[in-house]
């Protein structure tokens, strides 16, 4: 990592009229950031970072996305931000930011009688504050394209074929959509599909394929599909409460009641809120319409996605991570591949493999190359960024011809956990992740030099004077100590808002793995901080 050499930080303590002095080697010695030793100022709002040459982030408070319940029957968890998204132009310009979280373990099995399996929040304010939106539907995975204000997500669930070499795939849509005056029906409407939407699910005319992930494909009618859905919502961890509506023959999602905001207060409580004037309607594509083809080697699944990059208005680049077992969900047999499409999403292509699990990956037991992420840099090139195994550094790979043909793997000295990357418009680029510890890294236009800024550390500045929200010096200084300190899990959501604002997402454990209470807290929880680059 080249050294930041940062000239000066300006972080918010959210206590009135608080103003410290302090210095660069005190910060160094907490672990955050190397680089010439000067004078930084502690004040007001937003939290500053100058990085070279002449690019500054400014910081704002971090919000509470949400968090677990310390008093619920079954220990849950609130962790792995990994899949917020950017829903834009509803029926008046609304603008929806989700951020979708996990109450389930991880790697393990979640503990019995758990009601939910995962839950979505919304922000119709920017990422300032957030909302519930729904149970067990969440926004999955990175591989996103926004048009027309529709988030579109290509090839969300993928069935292997019977050449094994190729997949079928479903696209599901996330739109801005009016609400009804009590917040919890959206007025009929038609669907992308051309079929009628009484809720938040796009009823298909056929068996909803819901139903099908949960392996009731085999139902009479969307009354009996409803009530499966409704009765088997733990077990596939897709559905949460259903309603039959006898006068669209439709199995209605219906919107959780529970609205909440993050309240400003020292104990972070949850105040329950106005139900917003528009809502987040979903759409799963009736069949698997979308196919992937051309693996000149059989393999057994899809694991991880990177974002959907736009080459130009109809040709687009994916990573997609792959595995030759079916039985190792996220484990230890993993390569990464380039896919391409000229039709907009609706076909893709094999390109090449662009990392593999080979024999020194083998030797080391490592995963092999799995999360990722892809930008297009300045100059045209894509720029792939990928994990191999926990606690082991990101490792990175360039094509000069649109995917065709990639530069040979090569080690990053930072990282872990699943990176997520933002491209500039000056060029440079920002990737966030960590293990150990939680950070953010600007890269210059080539890729080749960074400089860390260690966001728990940041996070910790401008939550001063709440305790509850703060991460242990043990996890601000384990990039330091090379050591992992479960104090996150370093999964992010990086999302750009337009005009010069993006934010990230993340989270802090009370517990690590373990579910919670901990040496750290009572819960878990999510956040979300805002920040303006220039």
């Given at each position: 990592?080249?050294p ?11 206590t009135?009229n ?27 709002s937003?939290?500053n ?18 968090e ?7 220990p ?10 950017v ?80 997949f ?19 007025p ?22 819901w ?29 949460t ?10 199995c209605?999602?219906k ?11 020292t ?6 809120v ?10 799963t ?13 059989n393999v ?30 996220g ?12 039709d ?12 593999s699990?080979?024999?020194?990956v ?10 990722n ?26 094509s000069?011809?649109?995917?065709k ?21 000056d ?19 080539t ?11 940041v ?7 709440v305790?509850?929200?703060?991460y ?47 040496p ?6 999510t ?8």
């Amino acid at each position: 990592i080249t050294p930041c050499r940062l000239h000066s930080v300006h972080c918010a303590v959210p206590t009135p009229n608080r103003m410290l002095t302090t210095t660069w080697r005190e910060h160094m010695a907490r672990g955050w950031l190397s680089g010439a030793v000067t004078s930084a100022l502690i004040i007001c709002s937003t939290a500053n970072v100058m990085l070279p040459p002449n690019l500054q982030l400014q910081f704002e408070l971090p919000v509470l996305v949400g968090e677990g319940d310390p008093q619920a029957a079954v220990p849950e968890h609130f962790w792995f931000p990994e899949d917020g998204a950017v829903i834009g132009a509803g029926p008046s310009g609304e603008t929806a930011i989700v951020a979708n979280t996990r109450f389930t373990q991880d790697g393990t099995p979640s503990p019995p009688g758990l009601p939910h399996m995962t839950e979505t929040m919304v922000s119709w304010d920017g990422g300032r504050t957030y909302s519930h939106l729904w149970f067990d539907n969440p926004v999955t995975g990175t591989p996103t394209r926004r048009a027309g204000g529709v988030l579109r997500v290509p090839g969300a669930r993928c069935l292997i074929e019977a050449d094994n070499r190729s997949f079928s795939c479903y696209t599901k849509t996330y739109a801005v959509c009016s609400t009804a005056s009590d917040g919890r029906s959206v007025p009929s409407q038609t669907c992308a599909n051309g079929m009628p939407n009484t809720n938040l699910v796009c009823n298909t005319g056929t068996i909803p394929t819901w139903c099908q992930d949960l392996g009731q494909a085999l139902v009479a009618n969307t009354s009996e599909c409803c009530s499966l859905c409704a009765q088997n919502r733990s077990s596939g961890g897709l559905c949460t409460s259903w309603v039959f509506r006898a006068e669209t023959s439709q199995c209605d999602l219906k919107v959780g009641q529970g609205n909440i905001a993050a309240s400003a207060d020292t104990s972070g409580r949850l105040e329950p809120v106005n139900p917003p004037a528009v809502t987040v309607c979903a759409n799963t594509s009736a069949a698997a319409d979308v196919q992937f083809t051309g693996f000149p080697f059989n393999v057994a699944r899809f694991t991880y996605a990177s974002k959907v990059v736009t080459v130009d208005p109809d040709h687009f680049v994916q990573l997609r991570a792959y595995s030759h077992k079916m039985n190792e969900i996220g484990g230890a047999d993993q390569s990464l591949s380039a896919f391409g499409s000229s039709d907009g999403g609706v076909s893709w292509q094999f390109l090449a493999v662009v990392a593999s699990r080979n024999a020194t990956v083998i030797a080391k037991k490592w995963e092999g190359p799995g999360e990722n992420d892809l930008v297009r840099l300045h100059d045209g090139r894509l720029l792939g960024i990928f994990r191999v195994d926990s606690c082991h550094p990101y490792w990175k790979a360039y094509s000069s011809d649109l995917g065709k043909t990639w530069s040979a793997p090569e080690t990053m000295p930072f990282g872990s956990a699943r990176p997520k990357m933002l491209a500039l418009q000056d060029g440079r680029v920002l990737l966030t992740g960590g293990r150990p510890g939680l950070f953010m890294w600007v890269g210059d236009a080539t890729g080749v030099q960074w400089s860390a800024i260690n966001l728990a550390l940041v996070h910790n500045e401008m939550v001063a004077n709440v305790p509850a929200w703060q991460y242990s010096a043990d996890f601000i200084n384990a990039s330091a100590a090379n050591q992992f300190v479960q104090g996150s899990t370093s999964y992010t959501s990086l999302l750009d808002l337009g005009d010069g604002v993006a934010l990230v997402q993340y989270d802090r454990l009370a517990h690590g793995w373990s579910e919670p209470p901990g040496p750290w807290g009572d819960r878990d929880r999510t956040f979300s901080m805002r920040f303006r680059y220039m």
